[in-house]
């Protein structure tokens, strides 16, 4: 059983939707975001996640160490992970603690049903499905796995870019409140660390610094990038940000395009998640 949980689990984390999810995506201004997805300035020194320590996951972090390029600090209000069907209930009590009042589960609905989340006091969950609920030849699915084509649909995909989107519209909303939100997939490595990238480069950190926080998916599961089913791969995330420039000419395009994000969108996300500087 564990075995066919876990195959599973990989399929669905791998699988281009076959179904497009009905569209969430509202016209949005043109105005331009001041981040750029890649900076050909490294930082002085990349900064580490800093780890929420759960019993029951093995990669959850916030972005609190890091800085913007003109050296912001982010709030404690976003919380990454992977799956909390493990959790225990002094990790309940801890994500209560951190102010966790929502979270978004971009996993699909066999993902959820094998293995869901334990209950978080005072916290909704609310399922934002990445891939749209398509259906998934396992075998086949196992026997050719094309990563790249795979991160290259977080961009393409209508149900992806509806998940994203509607991802960020709520950590505007319960930010502006001081709420904090977790959202996470399975491993909490390929449809999370995609939308950390997103959330990072709108917030106006380096692609060196993105770039890392995302590898760091390794470190925290005790893996390398050899392998698609524990690691990740820094040109898998790539091949996300080239199908973004393709798809729609500019990272700014696609947040308000792609992503249905106003400007008083992103300006509200930077406001409410970054700390000024002194």
Request: glycine letters at 8%; proline letters at 3%; one cysteine or more.
């Amino acid at each position: 059983m564990r075995r066919l949980i876990a195959t599973t689990s990989l399929a669905c984390a791998l699988a281009v939707s076959a179904t497009a999810a009905p569209a969430l995506l509202a016209q949005a201004s043109a105005a331009p975001v001041s981040s750029a997805p890649v900076s050909s300035a490294a930082p002085t020194a990349t900064a580490t996640p800093r780890a929420v320590e759960l019993a029951g996951t093995s990669n959850t972090r916030t972005f609190g160490n890091y800085r913007t390029t003109s050296g912001q600090g982010i709030r404690n209000l976003v919380i990454r992970s992977d799956q909390l069907s493990a959790i225990t209930p002094a990790d309940a009590r801890t994500l209560h603690t951190l102010g966790v009042t929502e979270i978004l589960d971009f996993r699909t609905a066999i993902e959820r049903g094998l293995q869901p989340d334990r209950a978080v006091p005072g916290a909704r969950n609310i399922s934002l499905d990445v891939l749209g609920g398509g259906g998934v030849d396992l075998s086949s699915l196992l026997q050719s796995v094309d990563m790249n084509a795979s991160y290259r649909s977080f961009v393409t995909s209508a149900s992806a870019r509806a998940a994203f989107g509607a991802a960020l519209r709520h950590i505007e909303a319960q930010a502006g409140q001081r709420h904090t939100v977790l959202y996470h997939c399975t491993a909490g490595k390929d449809r999370t660390g995609w939308m950390s990238a997103v959330l990072l480069t709108i917030l106006g950190v380096d692609s060196h610094t993105v770039e890392a926080d995302y590898l760091a998916s390794n470190t925290f599961r005790h893996t390398s990038a050899n392998g698609s089913i524990d690691g990740v791969d820094v040109s898998w995330l790539r091949s996300s940000f080239a199908a973004v420039d393709q798809r729609f000419g500019s990272f700014d395009n696609y947040v308000h395009t792609g992503l249905g994000l106003t400007t008083t969108d992103v300006n509200r996300l930077k406001a409410e998640l970054l700390i000024p500087r002194r």
